[in-house]
């Protein structure tokens, strides 16, 4: 399996993006799928997550702010984010939840004040 991150960027503090993240190897629809993060000089953490079903969560950090989809027709796997802030910059990724596939080179987000 292999993922691919996409669509992070340059913005400033209190907008959005929209990251894509998409699948190709196995059957997406077996698997609850999560975004991670890496901040530099942090260990990488759990963003969201969606389940099979389509149920989500969102760490706190985020809640209200970040939202998960999936599109299992598509392989691909989405993060709306909005509103965004400093401490939002990092390294975004998806996989599995839990992650058991190998990283995908991830999408870098950078929150501009």
């Known amino acids: 399996v292999q993922l691919q991150a996409f669509w992070g960027g340059l913005v400033q503090a209190g907008c959005s993006l929209r990251l894509s993240c998409a699948a190709s190897g196995r059957t997406f629809s077996n698997y609850a799928m999560g975004w991670f993060r890496q901040a530099p000089g942090k260990e990488r953490e759990l963003v969201a997550t969606?389940?099979?079903?389509?149920?989500?969560y969102s760490v706190d950090s985020v809640k209200g702010r970040f939202t998960i989809s999936r599109d299992n027709a598509k392989n691909t796997v989405y993060l709306q984010m909005n509103n965004l802030k400093l401490e939002d910059t990092a390294v975004y990724f998806c996989?599995?939840?839990?992650?058991?596939?190998?990283w995908g080179q991830g999408t870098q987000l950078t929150v501009s004040s």
């Open positions: 996989n599995a939840f839990p992650a058991f596939i190998s």
């Open positions: 969606a389940t099979t079903t389509g149920s989500t």
